[in-house]
């Protein structure tokens, strides 16, 4: 309501201007000034305070748009017309932008303070323009200021009457100016309005001060409430008498603009006593310049600040701190105090005597430590909570089993060391040569005793070189986060014991290449585990199907896996993992993402990026329907598959389909890309709308029009030769018949290639019946009859017999009795004679069914072979029989053998 509202506004206030522009052109016209065509056109019209502001020089309108509107009468109208330099640099610069009573007039090269901007804000930022002097009242519109930012524009000189009426003013920045420091530039009373100040920026001011400069404390000694004060280091180095009267500041800062401290004297901080923080970093202070009762005279001080000072030197600064015991220092930073030149230090007894017993936080970074003397930490601070020692040159020595005497000790970063071997120091044993070309050493059976309260320990670069095996950490300790970044642990073997509070494990850039399946096993609490930009790519690769390397870590939220050239990984290596919300996975070489996430129902990032991804399994799909469940826009979790060679052909439409659709994805598809059938890349614009709009053409299924098509094509061609048979069947029959007859003659040739007419197989219990009544029957009749066992070669095998026999010999004449049924060699024989036939496609079997056999007897296989060849049955013994029926069973015999 409020927005529509200002929008009337605007469009009142246009429609007002327009219809005076006529005139005030012709008043133009007539030499009018532009004082009385401002006048004209505004008059008591609605002039927009912060919403809109119409703007009238030489004729041209300018509307601007800030926060809210209001009505100005003639003394508005009087108070407007008063600066057209100010309108022009609204006319010529772009408006200020307004929001909830803050202002901000960043760099829009203005070069006096606007005064258009609603009355009533509370913060004003006029940086990085060029105004060069404030006159008297330049704030006397904006009363309610609480926050004034000049940083960074041409001011000069200030006059007495530049801050009038600015009593609520808390904050006043004139930092990066060209205010130099003396009494001309900052005048007796120029502050004194401001009441309420209690910061104030005057640093970066003194670019052009040589020795004309100092403190103006007179001047800054009218700001009663003032707290935080930051000044350029000028020399000579001297806070004057009159600070003595800002009783209430607190925080002096030397660091944040120039700093050149020729010397610390004893009488440098005498009127400062009261401060609690000094900061003196970046100041060239040289260390034989400071003397000895420097810092005596600040006993409220509680942090200071003197790091990249070069040649301050160790020794020298706690020189000075030895001689000021009776401060409470708790927060000192000593980074980067020794030359880039120095020799290595260690860390003895004269700088235990310059540590403040209140001392809480120590930093002391980059100075060329290279040992600690033994016993020393002992005496440390006892409330010494936070130690950072930082890219120094530590041994790894003996020291570090001194650490559990820091009992308050939570923070400990020992990170970016060159550790050297000590002699003394046990574990130098395990170490890994750079040189060897096995890793046989091992880090292995040692007890480590940490500050019972430490939470975070980080070794981040420190060079070492082990391979992990069975540390043993004693159980009274705190330990939340390890960080052991960039080191070389080129396998970790474990177990490792008694880190049970551990929560976050950075094992990145160390080399990795083997992790033991049990590595894991006694982080219970492990939240976070990094083991991004290692070597794991074999290690993976050759991993069995059910490996679970994670699956003890019930509480992991964050898995880092990134970077490691991973090229296929186990489907359940992710098992166990209920509780994984993050999963960093990029650069890595996956190709198609097929883990199993079905158990990890609070996943909520999978960062998949630069992986060569180009598809996700079906399964991996399903898991993400699930958890995104029935939302009708928003989804849980969110996967990212940017830069990756996604396959946009008819095989991956169904995937780039489903992903199109799903809400786990960038909507707007930001950085995704094509790969096509000709290995080209594309990056996608469009949410891959044009790609599955062509695929959907190019992929649709055409099998049943194929099958239909083949189908109509069979029935065609099965007609068409029924046509063709149909026309030409009579001359069919006959070139049948004629290559039948021929075949037949050629096998009546051919018939006189066999040694024998018949070969005789029967049982011997028959063999009276063939040698006097088969035999001499078929011999009558002209047949060459070969008798089994009679005429078999001697000296050769029964089966290579039986095989020659039935080779040779035109038919094989099976004499069916019951003894022949219980024969092997029989049945041998008849199995050959089939085999015969099959082989050469002529029938050879004839049966002679001599005894009375039911079906059950013969059995399935030989009935088989009875009805598919020629049998015929014996006539039994009857006296009824005649002589003439007999001799035509042996004709018709004789004819079924010779056929």
């Given at each position: 309501?409020?927005?529509?509202?200002?929008i009337m506004l605007?469009?009142?206030?246009?429609?007002?201007i327009?219809?005076s522009?006529?005139a005030a052109?012709s008043?133009?016209?007539?030499g009018?000034?532009?004082r009385?065509i401002?006048?004209?056109?505004?008059?008591?019209?609605l002039?927009p305070?912060?919403?809109?502001?119409a703007?009238?020089?030489?004729?041209?309108?300018?509307?601007i748009?800030?926060?809210d509107a209001?009505?100005?009468?003639?003394?508005?109208?009087?108070?407007?017309?008063k600066s057209?330099a100010?309108?022009?640099n609204?006319?010529?610069?772009?408006?200020?932008?307004c929001?909830?009573?803050?202002?901000?007039?960043?760099?829009?090269n203005?070069?006096?303070?606007?005064?258009?901007?609603?009355?009533?804000i509370?913060?004003?930022?006029?940086?990085y323009?060029e105004i060069?002097s404030?006159?008297?009242?330049?704030f006397?519109?904006?009363?309610?200021?609480?926050?004034?930012?000049?940083?960074?524009?041409?001011?000069?000189?200030?006059?007495?009457g530049?801050?009038?009426?600015l009593?609520?003013l808390?904050c006043?920045?004139?930092?990066g100016?060209?205010?130099?420091?003396?009494?001309?530039?900052?005048p007796?009373?120029?502050?004194?309005?401001?009441?309420?100040?209690?910061?104030l920026y005057?640093?970066?001011n003194?670019k052009d001060?040589e020795?004309?400069?100092s403190y103006?404390?007179s001047?800054?000694s009218?700001?009663?409430?003032l707290?935080?004060?930051?000044?350029?280091?000028?020399?000579?180095f001297?806070?004057?008498p009159?600070?003595k009267?800002?009783?209430?500041?607190r925080?002096?800062?030397?660091?944040?603009?120039?700093?050149?401290?020729?010397?610390?004297?004893?009488e440098?901080f005498?009127?400062?006593r009261?401060i609690?923080t000094?900061?003196?970093k970046?100041?060239?202070i040289?260390g034989?310049?400071?003397?000895n009762?420097?810092?005596t005279?600040?006993?409220h001080l509680?942090?200071?600040?003197?790091?990249?000072?070069?040649?301050?030197?160790?020794?020298?600064?706690?020189?000075?701190?030895s001689h000021?015991?009776?401060?409470?220092?708790?927060k000192?930073r000593?980074?980067?105090?020794?030359?880039?030149?120095s020799?290595s230090?260690s860390?003895?007894y004269?700088?235990l005597i310059?540590l403040?017993?209140?001392?809480?936080?120590?930093e002391a970074k980059?100075?060329?430590?290279?040992?600690?003397q033994?016993?020393?930490?002992?005496?440390?601070?006892?409330?010494?909570?936070?130690?950072d020692?930082e890219?120094?040159?530590?041994?790894f020595?003996?020291y570090?089993?001194?650490?559990?005497?820091?009992?308050?000790?939570?923070?400990l970063k020992?990170?970016?060391q060159?550790?050297k071997?000590?002699?003394?120091w046990?574990?130098?044993?395990?170490?890994?040569?750079?040189f060897?070309?096995?890793?046989?050493?091992?880090f292995q059976?040692?007890?480590v005793q940490?500050?019972?309260?430490?939470?975070?320990?980080?070794?981040?670069?420190?060079?070492?070189?082990?391979t992990i095996?069975g540390l043993?950490?004693?159980?009274?300790?705190?330990?939340?986060?390890l960080?052991?970044?960039n080191?070389?642990?080129?396998?970790?073997i474990?177990?490792?014991y008694?880190?049970?509070?551990?929560?976050y494990?950075?094992?990145k850039?160390?080399?990795?290449?083997?992790?033991n399946?049990?590595?894991f096993h006694n982080?219970?609490?492990?939240?976070?585990?990094?083991?991004?930009?290692?070597?794991?790519?074999?290690?993976?690769?050759?991993?069995?199907?059910?490996?679970t390397?994670?699956?003890?870590?019930?509480?992991l939220?964050?898995?880092?896996?990134?970077?490691?050239?991973?090229?296929?990984?186990?489907?359940?290596i992710?098992a166990?993992?209920?509780?994984?919300?993050?999963?960093?996975?990029?650069?890595?070489?996956?190709?198609t993402?097929?883990?199993?996430?079905?158990?990890m129902?609070?996943l909520?990032?999978?960062?998949?990026?630069?992986?060569?991804?180009?598809?996700?399994?079906?399964?991996?799909?399903?898991?993400?329907?699930?958890?995104c469940?029935?939302?009708?826009k928003?989804?849980?979790?969110?996967f990212?598959?940017?830069?990756n060679?996604?396959h946009c052909?008819?095989?991956n439409?169904?995937?780039?389909?489903w992903?199109m659709?799903?809400r786990?994805?960038?909507?707007?598809?930001t950085n995704?890309?094509?790969q096509?059938p000709?290995?080209s890349y594309?990056?996608i614009?469009?949410?891959?709308e044009?790609?599955?709009?062509?695929l959907?053409g190019?992929?649709?299924?055409?099998s049943?029009?194929?099958l239909?098509v083949?189908?109509?094509?069979f029935?065609m061609?099965a007609f068409?030769?029924?046509g063709i048979?149909?026309?030409?069947?009579?001359?069919l029959?006959?070139?049948?018949?004629?290559?039948?007859?021929?075949?037949?003659?050629?096998?009546?040739?051919?018939?006189?290639?066999?040694r024998?007419?018949v070969?005789?197989?029967y049982?011997?219990?028959?063999?009276?019946f063939?040698?006097k009544?088969?035999?001499?029957?078929?011999?009558?009749?002209?047949?060459?009859v070969?008798?089994?066992?009679?005429?078999?070669?001697?000296?050769e095998?029964?089966?290579?017999?039986?095989?020659?026999?039935v080779?040779?010999?035109?038919k094989?004449?099976?004499?069916?009795?019951?003894?022949?049924?219980?024969?092997?060699?029989?049945?041998?024989?008849?199995?050959m004679?089939?085999?015969?036939?099959?082989?050469?496609?002529?029938?050879?079997?004839?049966?002679?069914?001599?005894?009375?056999?039911?079906n059950?007897?013969?059995?399935?296989?030989?009935?088989?072979?009875?009805r598919?060849?020629?049998y015929i049955?014996?006539?039994?013994n009857?006296?009824?029989r005649?002589r003439?029926?007999?001799?035509?069973?042996?004709?018709k015999?004789y004819?079924?053998?010779?056929?």
């Open positions: 309501m409020e927005f529509i509202m200002k605007i469009k009142i206030v246009c429609l007002v327009s219809s522009h006529t052109r008043e133009l016209t007539r009018t000034s532009k009385k401002v006048s004209s056109l505004i008059g008591n019209q002039y305070k912060s919403s809109t502001s703007n009238v020089v030489d004729g041209q309108v300018t509307t748009l800030t926060s209001y009505v100005v009468d003639s003394q508005g109208r009087t108070q407007i017309s057209l100010t309108m022009k609204l006319v010529t610069s772009t408006a200020c932008s929001f909830s009573k803050k202002c901000k007039c960043v760099g829009l203005l070069t006096s303070v606007p005064d258009y901007l609603d009355h009533s509370t913060s004003l930022d006029l940086s323009n060069s404030l006159k008297d009242c330049s006397c519109n904006y009363t309610n200021l609480s926050v004034l930012r000049l940083f960074r524009n041409s001011l000069q000189v200030l006059t007495v530049s801050f009038s009426r009593s609520k808390q006043l920045n004139l930092a100016n060209k205010l130099t420091y003396n009494n001309v530039t900052f007796a009373g120029v502050f004194s309005d401001l009441n309420s100040l209690t910061t005057l640093h970066d003194t001060c020795t004309s400069c103006p404390d001047t800054l009218e700001l009663t409430r707290r935080t004060l930051s000044l350029d280091g000028i020399s000579p001297i806070l004057g009159k600070f009267d800002l009783r209430r500041l925080h002096v800062m030397f660091s944040l603009g120039m700093c050149n401290i020729d010397a610390l004297t004893d440098t005498v009127n400062v009261q609690s000094l900061n003196l970046n100041c060239n040289l034989t310049t400071v003397s009762n420097t810092f005279p600040l006993v509680n942090s200071l600040d003197v790091s990249n000072n070069s040649k301050l030197r160790v020794q020298h600064l706690f020189r000075a701190l000021s015991r009776k401060n409470n220092i708790t000192l000593l980074n980067s105090i020794e030359p880039f030149y020799t230090i860390i003895d004269s700088v310059g403040p017993q209140s001392l809480i936080h120590l980059e100075n060329h430590f290279e040992t600690i033994p016993g020393l930490l002992k005496n440390f601070p006892e409330n010494l909570a936070y130690i020692l890219n120094n040159n530590f041994f020595d003996s570090i089993r001194e650490l559990k005497f820091l009992e308050n000790l939570k923070v020992i990170n970016r060159y550790i071997e000590a002699v003394s046990p574990m130098n044993k395990y170490r890994f040569s750079r060897s070309e096995k890793i046989n050493n091992k059976d040692i007890i940490l500050p019972p309260k430490l939470q975070f320990l980080d070794f981040s670069g420190g060079n070492l070189k082990y095996k043993q950490f004693i159980s009274n300790n705190s330990l939340a986060a960080k052991l970044v080191n070389y642990f080129p396998s970790i474990g177990p490792i008694g880190l049970h509070e551990l929560n494990l950075n094992l850039y160390c080399s990795i290449l083997f992790i399946e049990t590595f982080f219970p609490n492990l939240k976070k585990l990094m083991l991004g930009n290692n070597k794991l790519e074999t290690y993976f690769s050759n991993l069995g199907p059910n490996y390397l994670f699956s003890k870590l019930k509480k939220k964050t898995l880092d896996l990134s970077d490691n050239a991973i090229s296929k990984m186990p489907t359940d992710l166990g993992l209920t509780s994984l919300k993050v999963l960093y996975f990029e650069h890595n070489t996956l190709w993402f097929n883990l199993n996430l079905s158990h129902m609070n909520r990032y999978v960062y998949l990026r630069h992986s060569q991804v180009n598809s996700l399994s079906e399964d991996v799909r399903q898991h993400i329907d699930s958890i469940g029935n939302r009708p928003s989804c849980a979790v969110r990212d598959l940017s830069f060679p996604i052909d008819c095989e439409y169904d995937f780039l389909k992903m659709n799903s786990a994805f960038d909507p707007k598809f995704y890309m094509c096509y000709d290995s594309k990056n614009t469009d949410a891959y044009e790609t599955l709009r062509i959907r190019k992929c649709t299924d055409n049943f029009i194929f239909f083949l189908a109509a094509t029935v061609i068409v030769l029924a048979i149909y026309r030409f069947r009579w001359k029959r006959y070139i049948y018949h004629a290559t039948y007859l021929r075949l037949k003659s050629v096998e009546e040739e051919n018939s006189e290639q066999f024998y007419d070969f005789i197989s049982a011997h219990q028959d063999e009276e063939i040698l009544v088969l035999y001499p029957e078929l011999g009558s009749r002209g047949l060459n070969h008798v089994h066992g009679r005429d078999f070669v001697a000296g095998f029964i089966a290579s017999n039986i095989v020659t026999a080779r040779e010999s035109r094989t004449l099976v004499v069916l009795t019951l003894d022949l049924l219980k024969s092997k060699w029989c049945n041998y024989e008849i199995q004679a089939n085999m015969e036939s099959v082989h050469t496609g002529r029938q050879v079997l004839v049966f002679l069914l001599k005894d009375s056999l039911n059950k007897q013969l059995g399935t296989e030989l009935l088989f072979h009875i598919n060849n020629t049955v014996y006539p039994q009857d006296t009824e005649s003439e029926e007999l001799a035509v069973f042996w004709d015999l004819k079924d053998l010779r056929k």
